[in-house]
């Protein structure tokens, strides 16, 4: 097995477990926080519509400078959303931080793609996309499991942004 894949693997799982786990309860939060259906709705479209906004030139990005060093912009921009989430319950700054968080994830998401494609190697490509994605899906769904247990347990939501926050920051640092 290359090395390279399999760091690239455990990286990307773990940042997409904390992706995948985190949005699961975001709802239940803004609720826990009062916002309104209404509010709740405009936060998820804001996300869409960044993401979507995103694709295009996150591609493009790629192309033209290296997918460590845009990880790292992305995780550092998805630190900045976690730590704001801890600070504020304003429904303006939040949306602010929606739109952040969906330009953070889909740079994520296509550079995490990107560099896993480049470093492949093509007569093990099938065996290496099968590690990168079976560590995804595992990660995910344990992390889904794990959402579930903090939810019940009650664990301060401010507590566990700035955990996440501190990890993405980590794992930024990490992927220079």
């Known amino acids: ?10 990286f990307n799982s773990i940042v997409r477990m904390l ?6 309860f975001w709802g239940i939060y803004f609720a826990s926080i009062g916002l309104s259906g209404f509010e709740i709705g405009a936060f998820f479209s804001v996300n869409s519509f960044a993401s979507i906004l ?12 290296k997918s460590k060093t845009l990880i790292s912009i992305s995780l550092i921009l998805a630190s900045i959303f976690y730590f704001g989430m801890a600070s504020t319950t304003s429904f303006p700054i939040l ?11 889909k740079i994520y998401d296509s550079s995490s ?9 093509k007569e093990n490509f099938n065996k290496h996309l099968a590690v990168f994605q079976s560590l ?3 990660t995910i769904s344990l992390g889904i499991i794990f959402t579930g247990y903090i939810i019940a347990a009650n664990i301060d939501y401010k507590n566990i942004f700035i955990g996440v926050a501190i990890i993405f920051l980590t ?6």
């Open 1 to 10: 097995m290359n090395q390279s894949i399999l760091i690239i693997s455990v």
């Open 19 to 24: 992706k995948t786990s985190l949005f699961f």
């Open 54 to 65: 995103t694709i295009l030139p996150s591609g493009l990005s790629n192309d033209r400078f």
């Open 95 to 105: 949306i602010i931080l929606s739109g952040l968080i969906g330009v953070s994830l």
């Open 113 to 121: 793609d990107s560099l896993f494609y480049r470093t492949a190697e």
């Open 136 to 138: 995804n899906y595992v």
């Open 171 to 176: 794992l930024a640092i990490l992927g220079f």
